[in-house]
């Protein structure tokens, strides 16, 4: 994980305390006045900063109404400038003695921070600025705590996230890439509604952990005194309604993995899952590019973006390579026609780390691929022709049963989504259950767990399925060039502090 800043804590928490006595005393004085700050339940607004300044021709000398935080205070005997931040942005105000009367010296009172209501009149200062010449302000709510410039100015990204509230106000990029990450989920939305899919919902708490290999949280039904899992992955049940017919389904939500965490993974996450019938690998391949294109419009971005100072070109089609050739191509291992035992050999020489799992090609192939390959894919590409072992619920390939119709997408070095044609074969699958199983067994605490209700569902039928699961995160990151996945959500998993 990147280097983070750190702060003295008790000092910030200090300071914090001496400044919050001298509001609270300044609450205790308006109270005693009959003013409560707290009391109003409403504020009618004209307009937000931005409208004012994308209309400024139009607005000058007419009266308008704001409402924001005070960011900035800058007293100047009689007249003073201040700053507001709202929903959208800032604007400056002009506040005078002669407009305001006795609502002026309360105005000098007012704190960093207080949540104001302004009137007043739009123009533009002899320095250009666009500003609001006020006639009447109101104190909405009184900040009883100093914004971040006041100490240290909120940098510390532990602080960062554990009081994301306060970084939204110190920092509107933050909020940009809240607002961006917005703009991706409904761009995403749009396309699969416009191509048929159905949103549906699934169940969070299940009684089989399925769908992935990862191992779960665990937790306890009282009344039914029934260990139930968070969801790892919704897969079995989207699959399950397009054996009752709905045809095109997809979910968009969290996900849950009792796993390890840096900066490519939190334990809560979001994913999308569709599910599309009489449709292939290939097929998902095509309208992951035309969901990335949307998203890619919805923020505004061409086709080539920058992460982290790496240049990526978006052009589509995308590159499409097969696993083998992938390990060919960039770890220079070709296991065509190699004895397990020599090809366990070659892939060690090069620095690949086997366990007993790796007891077969397929894993050796796939450990390579993982340890070697995937932090090379830069540029967006396709892998295709996963080996079976690492892909129970993807169909075998019909010349070559040992790998299966699957691919996962990568993007500077990270996996991006995960698609098969779907095993729709429940003798296959109940097979694959079993070797699953055994793993788990054998201590595979991320071994999948049988689900004999989805093998019944099998049973009844399921067409020939395309499905593809998306990180939402890890796609946000990459459009808002954000180095850690706790950027890009808003109140990532954090250790309490003692």
Known sequence: MAEEKTVNVEAVEESEDEMRAVRVAKLDELVARGENPYEETRFIRSHFSTDIKSNVESLSGKKVSIAGRLMSKRIMGKASFAHVLDGEGQIQLYLKVDALGDKYADFKKYDIGDIVGVEGEVFVTHKGEVSVAVTNIKLLSKALLPLPEKWHGLKDNDLRYRRRYVDLIANPEVRDTFKKRAKIISAIRNVLDGEGFIEVETPILNTIAGGASARPFVTHHNTLNLDMYMRIAPELYLKRLVVGGMEKVYELGRMFRNEGMDVKHNPEFTMMELYSAYCDYNDMMDITERIYAAVLKAVDAGDKIVYQGTEIDMTFPW???????????????????????????????????????????GRVLYETFDQLVEKQLIQPTFVTEYPIEVSPLAKREKDNPDMTYRFELFMNGMEMGNAYSELNDPIDQKGRFGAQAQLKAKGDDEAQDADDDFVTALEYGLPPTGGLGLGIDRMVMLLTDSSSIRDVLLFPTMKPRK
């Not at 050739?325 to 086997?354: I, N, P, R, T």
């Open 319 to 361: 590159k499409r390579i097969t696993m083998k050739d992938a390990v060919k191509e960039y770890a220079g291992l070709d296991f065509d026609g190699m004895s397990l035992e020599k090809a366990k050999k070659a892939a060690k020489e090069k620095g690949v780390e086997l366990d007993d799992k790796a007891d077969c090609m």
